[in-house]
């Protein structure tokens, strides 16, 4: 199975988080993206535990539903691990060998990168282009990551009547829809802090001129607000989760509840960065996206704008789409800053 390797087919992206699976579906007509189908489904507790596939019939479950409800024909997917569970190395090799012999090369050479037993790995490269010291010489993004890790979720779409065509890294696949939003964003911006926060997890991936140079994940995600409003109002967690983005909670919710949660998300997205910082060349970034279902917090973003005086934008890699008729145009601009990952795998179709 190809980390990185495209096929030229139709492919749903399909992004399998902690607690739903997103699915999208695009077309492209010319230079037009559009979106053909989507679908979010909510996921059993503990089905997925910080990334890792735990119970595969309850996931499988989940994307057959999420599969009939967009109501799409296709039956292909890529899927995405986690930036944790993949090491990633840049490695020099001759610019003259075609892809078998750098294979083979790669293969007599990977157990001084890769601290696993090969048979225990997948292993997938891409060459990156000439180094700058010498264009006889190419750069080769190597990437190996625990063959469970993928095994589990070809098995998860397998059950589900799909078939894996790509397993891709979540921050390559954030990257490559990032790309959507640089219209969106300020021209001159060259270094773009990209903050996903999930329900249990948030990932800060840093670009430079749109490659991603750094990524970092830590424990904390929209799912404490949830949980808050829970015990706060003795509501179940499907009714915390309606208050939260429907609104309807008591009046005091604003300032007990919400604007706690807001200031913590500032000081953990303040934190972050301040480890990028610490652990590179920069200090400082031209813009911040807000990604993943925490993005539309209330009022997150102006106060991230305000501690960091940086400019913020939520995420909607759909601004510049058209959208067919089958999928509902509201709830699909709700869920964009959720939907980075889905869209970062669905564009392998055109790769």
């Keep these: 199975m190809g980390l990185f390797r495209a096929k030229q087919t139709p492919m749903l992206g399909l992004d399998i ?128 990551c625990r063959r469970e890790n993928v095994e589990v979720r070809e098995e998860v779409l397998a059950s589900a009547g799909l078939s894996a065509k790509v397993v891709d890294v979540e921050a390559y696949a954030m990257e490559r829809a990032f790309g959507l939003l640089q219209r969106q964003i300020d021209s001159e911006a060259q270094v773009v802090a990209m903050v996903d926060i999930g329900a249990t997890m948030t990932t800060l991936s840093v ?35 309606l208050g939260k983005k429907q609104g309807g909670l008591p009046d005091e919710y604003a300032s007990e509840v919400l604007r706690p949660f807001v200031e913590v998300a500032v000081q953990q997205v303040v934190r972050s960065l301040q480890f990028f910082y610490s652990s590179s060349q920069y200090n400082d970034v031209d813009g911040i996206v807000l990604a993943g279902g925490g993005a539309s917090t209330q009022g997150l973003a102006e106060a991230i704008q305000e501690q960091l005086h940086t400019p913020v934008l939520v995420a909607n890699p759909f601004a510049d789409m058209s959208v067919s008729a089958r999928v509902n145009a509201s709830a699909l601009v709700n869920d964009a800053p959720a939907l980075m990952i889905a869209c970062g795998l669905a564009l392998r179709s055109f790769d």
């Design 17 to 144: 988080s902690s607690t739903s699976v997103k699915l999208l579906e695009l077309s492209r007509d010319g230079d037009r993206l559009r979106v053909e189908s989507y679908g979010v489904e909510p996921l059993a507790d503990n089905a997925v535990v910080e990334k890792n596939i735990t119970e595969v019939d309850a996931v499988s479950a989940a994307v057959r539903r999420v599969v009939e409800r967009s109501r799409t024909k296709c039956k292909t997917a890529a899927v995405a691990v986690a930036g944790s569970a993949v090491i990633t190395k840049t490695i020099e090799l001759p610019a003259n060998l075609n892809e078998e012999e750098m294979e083979t090369q790669i293969s007599l050479e990977a157990d001084q990168y890769i601290p696993y037993p090969l048979e225990e790995v997948a292993i997938d490269f891409e060459v990156q282009g000439p180094t700058e010291a010498d264009p006889n010489r190419a750069e080769v993004l190597l990437a190996a």
């Design 207 to 241: 670009l430079v001129d749109g490659a991603t140079v750094y990524t970092r994940e830590q424990l904390f995600g929209s799912k404490q607000l949830t949980e808050e409003i829970q015990r706060r109002y003795g509501l179940s967690e499907q009714e915390a989760g």
